[in-house]
T-cell receptor, first 115, second 114 residues
Framework: NAGVMQNPRHLVRRRGQEARLRCSPM?????VYWYRQLPEEGLKFMVYLQKENIIDESGMPKERFSAEFPKEGPSILRIQQVVRGDSAAYFC?????????????FGPGTRLTVT | DQQVKQNSPSLSVQEGRISILNCDYTNSMFDYFLWYKKYPAEGPTFLIS?????DKNEDGRFTVFLNKSAKHLSLHIVPSQPGDSAVYFC?????????????FGKGTHLIIQP
């Protein structure tokens, strides 16, 4: 049973370019969460999605960031016109639908470097 | 404003001894707490959790204790093994249904010395 998959693992973008980060949840999981980790910091919640719905985006920056989780395919975190401050590790997590499990299972992360 | 605090950035423990990692929280709405372990260049791995209706949960070498009145929880690892060397994150959830983002502390780097 494959875990949470994220790609790419490493992404380098120049300032002003777009970054697209992908996340495939664990099989049977329909809740997806995105987190960002800056150096020497803990993970910060960004957005929580279910299929075709954004449930909570309270942690997302108001501009340039968007997320989706389509009916088919992976969840996408999109960062437009990247700036150096966007350089971080971005983690995706998933949890099962309707289960009593509160635990979120994390992918290996995408390390974004903005040059 | 940090709602989950891990005040020890690092902790060094001798192999075979007990490791105790501490975590404090300020938000009384948190009702579920989790510990994650993280190796460099990998995602966090779930270790153990506890609901606010309990004060202790045990899983093998790992035990989590919750003191609600003090808003404090701790993770005990006994006996400590070299493979336990990693960064440990405390996290909390507040909706009561797991359907929200977790709030993480900054982590404690545990080093197990042979």
């Amino acid at each position: 049973n494959a875990g949470v998959m994220q790609n790419p693992r490493h992404l380098v973008r120049r300032r002003g370019q777009e970054a697209r980060l992908r996340c495939s949840p664990m099989k049977g999981h329909s809740h997806v969460y995105w987190y960002r980790q800056l150096p020497e910091e803990g993970l910060k919640f960004m957005v929580y999605l279910q299929k075709e719905n954004i449930i909570d985006e309270s942690g997302m920056p108001k501009e340039r960031f968007s997320a989706e989780f389509p009916k088919e395919g992976p969840s996408i975190l999109r960062i437009q016109q990247v700036v150096r401050g966007d350089s971080a590790a971005y983690f995706c997590a998933s949890s099962p639908l309707g289960g009593s499990s509160y635990e979120q299972y994390f992918g290996p992360g995408t390390r974004l470097t903005v040059t | 404003d940090q709602q989950v605090k891990q005040n020890s950035p690092s902790l060094s423990v001798q192999e075979g001894r007990i490791s105790i990692l501490n975590c404090d929280y300020t938000n009384s709405m948190f009702d579920y707490f989790l510990w994650y372990k993280k190796y460099p260049a990998e995602g966090p791995t779930f270790l153990i959790s506890i609901s606010s209706i309990k004060d202790k949960n045990e899983d093998g070498r790992f035990t989590v204790f919750l003191n609600k009145s003090a808003k404090h929880l701790s993770l005990h690892i006994v006996p400590s093994q070299p493979g336990d060397s990693a960064v440990y994150f405390c996290a909390a959830s507040g909706s009561g249904g797991g359907a929200d983002g977790l709030t993480f502390g900054k982590g404690t780097h545990l080093i197990i010395q042979p």
